[in-house]
């Protein structure tokens, strides 16, 4: 492929996620196919390790490298065909409209954004630029739950009348969301916006429907100060790096991580930014005990919790249909920096993926689940394919998730929110007219 023939990508936030996801596979695997022309970030120590990675670690070139004020300079200098969006969630909305005015189509990480008003305003850009938008849910291109997808659309338990499903957050990818800038509302949504958008994504892809009421619940109910001295734990330190906490089994001590220092500790003089806060200091203004109840447009109706402090993480959904029953059980393991979090013996055994599915008058089965290899479950590698590759193949589950997506997933948790402070129901056709059909298919290009 001739050197001019490649997409040419601009990628805004510089953090652990953006190298991982987006980055190294640019620079290595897809770099025939793709170029990195810029990166873009608040944090000058970030960039300049961004870049030495590049060039050290993945014997790459270095890119022209821009402060967050220099954005729209970077699009005009460096011209990219799609800017990646990989900011604190609260920023989503501002960079991928922006890109977009600017004539650029827009890849952005889960969640789309944080509030139906961002939500209102992507979706008019959307449609007054023509350009296109892709929300990177990797959840779907796992091999289980496209075997759910899969078999939900073969009809094997009818019509989908009902669906349950239970998250698990362990303390360890659990209590990180408390150490890092996710624990302040504003910044993320609250774990109902920046990690149910994952499961309510799953659920509106499986059953091809469109959520349209949610009531909500939930409260702060484990971390935090206040719930930590009622039960009698002494909170002295607002960060775990420097500090003893050789009792403490949720510390983080960056220190410790060759990556995370470099990432954290040292660019830590330019803005302030901890990554390593106490999950039991103050300002955590998120919840981590929530529930939800979704009616969609279809008349399907889904039971959802979150809770992020538990002894195992991994999930549940059971589908209820005129034929039957479906049960999909997913363990995992911990991606996210973990602390000292152990696993119980023999957990491996008693907690493992499974599909069964249960025919009205006939015996259970139970559907053997891909093995897969990458992060996220064997997702990441699959969904990059798809960015980055121009012969990425033919997907026939409709894996892809543009802008109406983005938006459906993220909607569910902002009326959850809303339903949380007025104690009253929310409709999505209230809050964010725009978001029409929510099509499977969103018609990438």
């Known amino acids: 492929m001739a050197e001019n023939s490649r997409t040419k990508y601009a990628l805004v936030?510089?953090?652990?996620?953006a190298m991982g996801m987006f980055t190294t596979p640019i620079a290595s695997r897809y770099r025939d196919q793709a170029e990195?022309?810029?990166?873009?970030?608040?944090?000058?120590?970030?960039?300049?390790?961004?870049?030495?990675?590049?060039?050290?670690?993945?014997?790459?070139?270095?890119?022209?490298?821009?402060?967050?004020?220099?954005?729209?300079?970077?699009?005009?200098?460096?011209?990219?065909?799609?800017?990646?969006?990989?900011t604190v969630d609260r920023f989503h909305d501002f960079y991928a409209n922006r890109a977009m005015e600017m004539g650029c189509d827009a890849i952005t990480e889960k969640p789309m954004t944080i509030s139906a008003a961002k939500c209102r305003a992507i979706l008019e850009t959307v449609k007054r630029t023509g350009k296109n938008l892709r929300v990177t849910f990797n959840y779907r291109w796992r091999p289980?739950?496209?075997?759910?997808?899969?078999?939900?659309?073969?009809?094997?338990?009818?019509?989908?009348?009902?669906v349950d499903m239970e998250y698990l957050l362990n303390t360890s990818h659990g209590a990180d969301y408390f150490r890092r800038w996710h624990r302040e509302k504003e910044m993320s949504g609250g774990l109902l916006i920046h990690k149910a958008s994952h499961h309510f994504d799953l659920v509106n892809w499986w059953i091809d429907a469109v959520p349209e009421v949610v009531f909500g619940m939930g409260r702060l109910a484990f971390y935090g100060r206040e719930n930590a001295e009622s039960r009698g734990i002494e909170v002295s330190y607002d960060h775990y790096t420097g500090n003893d906490t050789s009792d403490d089994p949720f510390a983080l001590d960056l220190s410790t991580d060759e990556k995370l220092s470099r990432l954290y500790i040292e660019p830590e003089k330019h803005d302030g930014y901890r990554r390593d806060r106490n999950v039991f200091g103050d300002n955590i203004t998120i919840e981590d005990t929530m529930s939800a109840l979704v009616r969609y447009r279809t008349g399907a109706v889904l039971n959802y919790s979150l809770n992020a402090y538990l002894p195992r993480e991994g999930y549940t959904v059971m589908f209820n249909g005129t034929k039957g029953r479906l049960e999909y059980h997913e363990a995992e393991a911990s991606h996210i920096v973990p602390g000292r979090a152990v696993a119980v013996a023999g957990e491996e055994v008693t907690w493992r993926s499974r599909l069964i599915v249960h025919p009205l008058f006939s015996p259970a089965y139970e559907v053997d689940i891909p093995a897969a290899v990458g992060g996220h479950g064997g997702g990441d590698p699959l969904l990059q394919e798809q960015i980055f590759s121009p012969d990425a193949p033919e997907d026939p589950w409709g894996?892809?998730?543009?802008?109406?997506?983005?938006?459906?997933?993220m909607l569910v948790g902002d009326a959850a929110n809303q339903s949380m402070e007025t104690g009253a129901p929310i409709s999505i056709s209230d809050t964010c007219p725009p978001l029409g059909d929510a099509r499977v298919l969103s018609e990438l290009t």
């Open 36 to 86: 990195l022309v810029g990166i873009c970030d608040t944090n000058p120590g970030r960039l300049e390790l961004h870049n030495t990675i590049l060039k050290e670690e993945l014997g790459y070139h270095e890119v022209p490298a821009f402060l967050a004020d220099d954005f729209d300079r970077m699009i005009e200098q460096t011209r990219p065909d799609c800017v990646i969006v990989a």
């Open 13 to 17: 936030g510089t953090g652990q996620r």
């Open 144 to 162: 289980g739950t496209t075997l759910v997808k899969q078999l939900l659309g073969e009809g094997v338990i009818g019509e989908i009348v009902h």
């Open 399 to 409: 894996r892809s998730a543009g802008h109406e997506q983005g938006a459906a997933a």
